[in-house]
């Protein structure tokens, strides 16, 4: 028994959950297939019966779990897998010029031998080109991060206000230049400090064209790690603050930051209205084919439109990056040049400095830049060209306006009246590009499905290390939106009851600042710096600071919101109060579980069911007391539940129990139940397999009934199937389905990568936040199993295996329900002990074999096969 738990050392834990459903969602097959086991029962050196554990040896002679598991299961020798059982991914329905899942097999990913100075080469190469009259669009631009190295507010103070307030100054001086802006965070809060004169010039600005808002969202969000209802929520929060605030809105998305381009975002954009969108960052092979097969712009339809309807007009800026140097034509070396407000442009090892355009110089520089449009054009289709011209927070100084703006127009004026060039350029703003290019279309655009992931942007550099950087905060983010969700449903819900003048109107109309924070803040998380985990230290701590403060402004409206919800439908009287049983976790770790119900009173407990379909779910709520009751209020009948002791770090916690059971929860409703003291129920088995050398059998754990074990091998069941675990290491093995007789080796690894750690690859680039570099193959994580136990009771048995870095929680639910025909694998992991390590949960399964098909989901939005 371990008291005192409040004074262990806090431990920063990250949770990696997992939802495992063996044939449900992981892995699907291609129609019926007839699998001939004869391996079957020859185990390969891998899955040798013979197991080797770290800590004791040899732990396990005799025959292979398969044997065992084969002998009891009773299955056919022939596994047949049936398309019904196994279900597929989404299957694709449109049909396209370029089709990414198909361009994959093909794909050149090689990357040039070659060395450059910043380590990045522009492979997007333009050999030869003719020459042909053209319409060139420069815009100017300012990529503003709302963190990053510095925070928001930092950025905010010391660089975004300031453009925001030049940009406006200078364009309302300069009729002919134009200015796209994209984050309506930045607005809002400049907003807040501008003058009523600064605001109608900004407005003004925007009407006659000059300045155009660009996607309009609240942030640039992320388009990998984000959930589809926050990406949502973030567009429709900038929108509305435009449409209220300035009457417009954006009809062209801007996104040339995010790791990687989503179709879903595509969709959105498409429904918000958009004509047209612009992107940067896709692995460099596709980018590369793209060019070649001319195929820069082009209209991305859904894989499941089996018409045109979601086409939207893509266009992808070209080359490495939408830095200057990287847009106005293929040679950096050239294009930095035109940054008139730089101080690092290299021809090798030469410095170039940025020449002011005069009179002696102009011919030959704007001979120079013409000479880049015509290259960059042989990208494009037709005789129109988008150059970006700006980079991450330019435009800050009034010099800096008239440097860059003020030699562009210089060569602008030269290029335009010199006849032999034959092209017109001018500043413009997207809307001006995507409107010239429609005037300029003589055939229509190729067509285009598929997603942009993973984003490589040289040799092995995958962007796929942010997927899981700082899990931590990313798991606290869909808290934060879960959140958010039911306390926008249930206020929309109360408002619409209330009555006209009411008190209660007046109540609900009180939270809706805090509502509103937690929009906005949820909404600013979904920056592509945040929710990504790629932001500086003292960033990511700031971020976590304002996801603790968003939740503790929504904790009390979720409160107030349900409680005048639950006094307009009648079932509960004012003198109640309402309680979130919260089980937010903060960092550091005060409150690792959830929140205490104390038994001692009867409780009424209210559940409710944000989405828009039923759910049957076990719910697990902590309280004082084995010996409890718990009633449906609504018919008075008893619901069976299952009291479970609960392991910390190296013990059970004395007088803290694991309440669950089973509640129906019709879509969009709030249930309750009733839980208070019942009788005494001896109804849980506790089985150690290994336990702590500092731990007792002679605990009493009062309703639990605690047994030891020592067999190599145990299986858990319900009605469904029968999971077979080695006790040596406590993994998951092998999964028996009644219904079919399959039995698949399921084995779970826990593997670690590391970076920069080996000789060979110390002076290599290392993976990070970013990108995923590893030194080599992954390793099996070798650590001793501290406790290995099994609860086991009427609603669900669970394999607890603690280990020093992790703690695996594998549950198989006794229900009814779809949860009964899964394995649920949960991993707590202390992510303190690693160091520059990638932490992995591997399942290697025969299932279906080399013809399973892995489902995957984009954005919680759609499914697409990888
Ligand atoms: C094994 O399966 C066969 C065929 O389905 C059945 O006839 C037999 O009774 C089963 N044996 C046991 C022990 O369940
Ligand atoms: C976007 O909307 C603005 C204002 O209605 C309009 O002037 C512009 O032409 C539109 N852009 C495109 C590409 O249609
Ligand atoms: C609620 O208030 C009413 C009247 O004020 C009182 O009669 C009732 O006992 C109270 N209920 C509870 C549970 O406190
Ligand atoms: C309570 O019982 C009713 C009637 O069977 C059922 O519809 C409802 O879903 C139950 N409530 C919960 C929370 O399970
Ligand atoms: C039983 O537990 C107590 C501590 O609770 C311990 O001191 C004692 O040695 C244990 N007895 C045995 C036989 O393990």
Known sequence: MKKGWRKEILQILGILTCAYFLIMCLMAMQLHVQHRNIDFFYEDQDHEHIHFSHTSGYCYKGPSIAQIARQNANFSTEQSIESRILGSC???????????????????????????????????????????????????????????????????????????????????????????????????????????????????????????????????????????????????????????????????????????????????????????????????????????????????????????????????????????????????????????????????????????????????????????????????????????????????????????????????????????????????????????????????????????????????????????????????????????????????????????????????????PDLNVGRQELALFQHHDAITGTSRKTVTENYRERLQHTFSKLKPVYEKVTQIYLEQSLSVTKNHTVTMISDWMSMPLKELRKKLVHISQKRKLVIFNPLGHSRRVVLALMVDKPNVKVTNSSTTLTIPHQISPVWEKAGFIEDLYELSFEVNLPALSLSEVTVEKGEATQNTRLVFYTQPDTFFMNITLPGINIYQENSPYFSVSNGYLTAYFYTCNGRLQYVHYKSTGHLWRSEVKVVTYTSGKTWSTMFKDKGGAYTFVPDGPAETLSEPVDALFLIDGPLFSRVVTVQPTITQTVTIYKTHSNMAKGVHIENKVNMQKLDNTELMMRVESDIGESRAEMCVDLNGFQVKKY
């Open 90 to 512: 989404t299957m694709p329905v449109s049909s396209a010029d370029v089709e990414m899942d198909a361009l994959w097999r093909t794909l050149d990913v090689s990357y040039p031998l070659a060395l450059s100075v910043g380590g990045w080469l522009d492979v997007v190469q333009v050999y030869s080109w003719v020459t042909k009259p053209l319409t060139v669009i420069i815009v100017p631009h300012s990529h503003q991060d709302p963190g990053w190295l510095f925070t928001y507010e930092y950025y905010f103070e010391t660089y975004s206000n300031r453009i925001i307030n030049l940009m406006v100054e200078q364009l309302t001086k300069n009729p002919a230049w134009r200015f796209v802006w994209s984050e309506v965070c930045w607005l809002e809060k400049w907003w807040e400090k501008a003058s009523q004169s600064q605001k109608d010039s900004f407005t003004r600005l925007v009407r006659n064209g000059q300045l155009e808002i660009v996607s309009g969202g609240w942030v640039m969000p992320d388009e990998a790690v984000v959930h589809y209802s926050a990406m949502l929520n973030q567009l429709i929060d900038g929108h509305q603050w435009l449409m209220t605030h300035v009457g417009i809105t954006p009809n062209i998305s801007w996104s040339i930051d995010p790791f990687g381009h989503s179709p879903t975002t595509a969709y959105f954009n498409k429904r918000s209205g958009a004509k047209a969108m612009v992107i940067q960052r896709i692995h460099f092979g596709i980018k590369r084919h793209l060019a070649k097969i001319n195929t820069m712009e082009f209209q991305w339809r859904q894989i499941w439109d089996s018409g045109s309807k979601t086409d939207i007009m893509t266009h992808i800026l070209p080359f490495a990056s939408y830095a200057i140097t990287h847009s106005c034509g293929p040679n950096s070396h050239v294009c930095c040049q035109f940054d008139f407000y730089q101080k690092k442009c290299y021809y090798g090892k030469k410095s170039i400095r940025s020449e002011e355009i005069n009179e002696r110089n102009v011919k030959a520089k704007a001979w120079l830049l013409w000479e880049q449009f015509q290259k960059k054009s042989e990208l494009f289709r037709e005789n129109v060209l988008l150059v970006p011209h700006g980079d991450d927070f330019r435009y800050s100084d009034p010099r800096e306006w008239e440097k860059q703006l003020g030699n562009l127009e210089k060569l602008m004026a030269y290029i335009n009246s010199d006849k032999e060039m034959n092209t017109k350029v001018r500043f413009g703003t997207l809307s001006e590009y995507f409107t010239e290019l429609e005037k300029a279309q003589t055939r229509p655009f190729p067509t285009f499905t598929g997603d942009f992931f993973p984003y490589s942007d040289r040799s092995d550099q995958y962007w796929t290390g942010f997927y899981t950087s700082r899990p931590h905060l990313k798991y606290l983010a869909r808290r934060i939106q879960s959140l958010l969700r039911s306390v926008e449903i249930l206020y929309a819900a109360a408002v619409a009851k209330a009555n006209k003048m009411s008190e209660q109107l007046y109540s609900l109309l009180k939270l809706l």
